[in-house]
């Protein structure tokens, strides 16, 4: 099996790379070559530029699939389909859980979940946008693939090289010990998925020329951000307090206002029939806690610092 995959040496794209490999298939990476490039040594390389339309590099040569985890906007997928001209049998798109609509979503909600209307008219990319970018991105690749797209939905990744503060932030803090500052209700829903495990599913999905949407979540059993951050104090081998404070206190990750809790309570039955695997929120946990800690722990994106943790608590 040989596939071709759009943006694969960061965080997702690189376990995608590495679990296919694993796998024995042949993999193309396809880039700008600015980052990752001590790795995946004798894969083939294909230099270009989805900023400026440069698809150039892709001419020449077929494969099964193609994996785009870098296509953000209507644009990008589609010049990587012209540049493509019917020479991929099928068209995985890694989406986002974020393009379902945002209310009257009870738990357990499936694949089938009305999304967000479409967004053709920016490329500026928040929170308003993401979702609805995401949408029209899998409009047009179902559009022009049929029963040969394949449409992954993720909930939020962890994992080692994640490059934001998600769970990485509550391993580091809870590794602390001591009091912890959460800014909501200890019984939010969280829905994590390692992303070795969405690799994997990503990977069978292709080998099984399986079509349609699949919601990638995780982990197997449902967690509160009480329990991650509880099992994140038991894997460091420390003791917290979980102290709840105002919502508008501070900002950290993974937190959601309770409107929107049940985004966190999805239902990931067809992903898993199809092959999604379930490693252990404590394994995701260790494996966090070991990467950050060889890479010497640097400055994360929404980190609340312990002296300014210390006066969020003295405060109440």
């Not at 339309?53 to 994996?67: E, I, R």
């Not at 644009?75 to 389909?81: C, I, P, T």
């Not at 493509?84 to 009257?104: C, E, K, P, Q, W």
């Not at 010990?177 to 599913?201: H, N, W």
């Amino acid at each position: 099996m040989r596939i071709l995959v759009l943006g694969g040496t960061s965080f997702v794209g690189r376990a995608i790379v590495v679990d296919a490999l694993d796998a024995g298939v042949e993999v193309t990476l396809f880039g700008r070559g600015r980052t990752g490039t001590e790795l995946f040594p004798g894969v083939e390389r294909r230099i270009g530029d989805r900023d400026t339309g440069d698809y150039s590099a892709l001419d020449g040569g077929t494969w099964d699939a193609v994996v785009d985890v870098s296509g953000y906007v209507p644009r990008y997928v589609g010049q990587a389909m012209d540049a493509l001209n019917g020479r991929v049998d099928r068209y995985l798109f890694i989406s986002s859980h974020a393009v379902y609509v945002r209310t009257g979503v009870p738990p357990g909600s499936d694949e089938d979940t009305a999304r967000r209307p479409p967004r053709r008219d920016t490329e500026h990319l928040d929170e308003d946008t993401y979702g609805p970018l995401k949408v029209a991105c899998e409009d047009d690749i179902r559009r022009r693939y049929g029963e040969r797209a394949t449409i992954v939905r993720p909930g939020k990744v962890a994992g080692p090289h994640d490059p934001q503060a998600g769970l990485t932030y509550w391993v580091r803090r809870a590794a602390r010990g001591g009091r912890v500052a959460l800014p909501g209700r200890p019984e939010q829903p969280v829905q994590l998925i390692d992303s070795r495990d969405l690799a994997r599913l990503v990977v069978r999905l292709i080998a099984d020329a399986r079509s349609g949407a699949f919601n990638a979540v995780g982990p197997a059993e449902p967690t509160t951000m009480e329990g991650l951050i509880t099992t994140c104090a038991r894997v460091s081998g420390t003791e917290v307090q979980i102290v709840p404070v105002p919502p508008d206190a501070v900002r950290l990750p993974l937190v959601r206002p309770e409107p929107r809790w049940t985004e966190q309570q999805r239902s990931a039955g067809r992903a898993r029939a199809a092959g999604l695997p379930a490693t252990p929120l404590a394994v995701t946990v260790a494996d966090v806690l070991a990467w950050d800690r060889g890479r010497g722990e640097p400055p994360l994106d929404d980190e609340l610092s312990p002296v300014d943790e210390e006066r969020v608590l003295a405060a109440l």
